[in-house]
C-alpha cells in the first residue's frame, strides 16, 4: 500500500505563489512517475504536472506551462509543485498521485491517490 499526503495548499491573491508537496508513505515512489492534478467545483478532474522518477523527465498542462514546476526529491520520497503566478482559474482541489501506466496525463494510469489539498486564488 502507498499513503500519498498533500500539503501546502491556501488561500492566495492573484499573481501570488504556492508551493504544494506530496509525501508518500508505506510504499514509496521508487520507479514510479507521480502526477498532479486538480478539480475545480463542477468540474472534472483533469491533468496538471507529472514528473517520472528515474530521470524526471516532466509534463504540463498547457493552462500551466511556465507558470509551474514539478520536482522531486528522491530522499524525502517527496514531490512539489511550485506554482508562481496564479490566477483565479487555477481555483481547485489538488491532488497528487502515483502513475501505473505510461499515459501519464490519464486519470485512469493511476492508481493511488491523496486526499487532496485546496487551493484558492483570490482575484
Known amino acids: 500500500q502507498v499513503q500519498l499526503v498533500e500539503s501546502g495548499g491556501g488561500l492566495v491573491q492573484a499573481g501570488g505563489s504556492l508551493r504544494l508537496s506530496c509525501a508518500a508513505s508505506g510504499r514509496t515512489f521508487n520507479s514510479y512517475a507521480v502526477g498532479w492534478f486538480r478539480q475545480a467545483p463542477g468540474k472534472e478532474r483533469e491533468f496538471v504536472a507529472a514528473?517520472?522518477?528515474?530521470?524526471?523527465?516532466?509534463y504540463y498542462a498547457d493552462s500551466v506551462k511556465g507558470r509551474f514546476t514539478i520536482s522531486r526529491d528522491n530522499a524525502k520520497n517527496t514531490v512539489y509543485l511550485q506554482m508562481n503566478s496564479l490566477k483565479p482559474e487555477d481555483t481547485a482541489v489538488y491532488y497528487c498521485?502515483?502513475?501505473?501506466?505510461?499515459?501519464?496525463?490519464?486519470?485512469?494510469?493511476?492508481?493511488?491517490w491523496g486526499q487532496g489539498t485546496q487551493v484558492t486564488v483570490s482575484s
Open positions: 498521485a502515483r502513475a501505473l501506466r505510461s499515459n501519464l496525463y490519464a486519470l485512469q494510469s493511476y492508481n493511488y
Open positions: 514528473i517520472t522518477w528515474s530521470i524526471g523527465s516532466t
